[in-house]
């Protein structure tokens, strides 16, 4: 990235950290122990869905509807619970839960045998088993 802009990485770090700090984007740091994970984010997601579409109306392509949804449930976690990028799934909450996202169709595949995971699926009403309605988390802001 700082090639791309032809500015250094510290100077990509702190603009990281100024738009986060402002509220624009959350950048979900990676779980666990490291040099990776005082300075790099490992992902960097704005910091809700409405301002995602606002910014960029072509993110409504299917191709990105993973992106958006990954915007979602971030928005809506981290403001409650420490939100890590996760080995197993997408994302560690609270250094406890995984959570793998995903739409109806989501397989268990990526977290099965991982305790405290759980699918947060697009396009679903009602959730069962390990698998939780997406939209539900939008209750928690």
Sequence with gaps: MSR????SKQYVYQ???HLDAAGLINAVPHGGTGHKTVRKPA????SNSNLLFA???AMLAEAERGYVRETFFVSQLAQLFKTTISDHGDFKVADRYVFEIGGAGKGKEQIKNVPNAFIAADGIEVGFANTIPLYLLGFLY
């Design 4 to 7: 791309e802009l032809g500015i």
């Design 15 to 17: 603009y990281i950290d």
């Design 43 to 46: 992902k960097i997601l704005m």
């Design 55 to 57: 910014v960029n109306r």
